[in-house]
């Protein structure tokens, strides 16, 4: 089966910088394409940013547009989101997500488009 696990999360200050990881296995990580999400308690998850199969092209909410990026290491089976300039308006429980279905700029943010999940990784920006 395919698992994803997050990492890096924790409690920063305003204008910080984190790094989250996703360490992916099963199937072959190489024809997936990934995603992060957040979801605040009570609310819809949203989609952060999104990555497609060889890395070539990114996709991202307008709210974390120059702050968030999203990149993979196929060697280590990884998808990091490097969080810069957070805000508190970030604060929120990241899952990491991936697919086999071939998303691209209107697909890649609906969490019905994905298959697998994380468990979540906590960011706390205060």
């Known amino acids: 089966d395919v698992q994803l696990v997050e990492s890096g999360g924790g409690s920063v200050q305003a204008g910080g910088s984190l790094r989250l990881s996703c360490a992916a296995s099963?199937?072959?990580?190489?024809?997936?394409?990934m995603g992060w999400f957040r979801q605040i308690s009570g609310k819809k998850r949203e989609g952060v940013a999104g990555?497609?199969?060889?890395?070539?092209?990114?996709y991202y909410a307008n709210s974390v547009k120059g702050r968030f990026t999203i990149s993979q290491d196929n060697v280590k089976n990884t998808v990091y989101l490097q969080m810069n300039s957070l805000k508190p308006e970030d604060t929120s429980m990241y899952y990491c997500?991936?697919?086999?279905?071939?998303?691209?700029?209107?697909?890649?943010?609906?969490?019905?488009?994905?298959?697998?999940w994380g468990q979540g990784t906590q960011v706390t920006v205060s």
């Open positions: 997500a991936a697919t086999w279905r071939l998303l691209g700029v209107s697909t890649w943010s609906p969490e019905a488009n994905y298959d697998y």
């Open positions: 099963g199937r072959t990580y190489s024809k997936w394409c």
């Open positions: 990555i497609d199969r060889d890395g070539a092209t990114t």
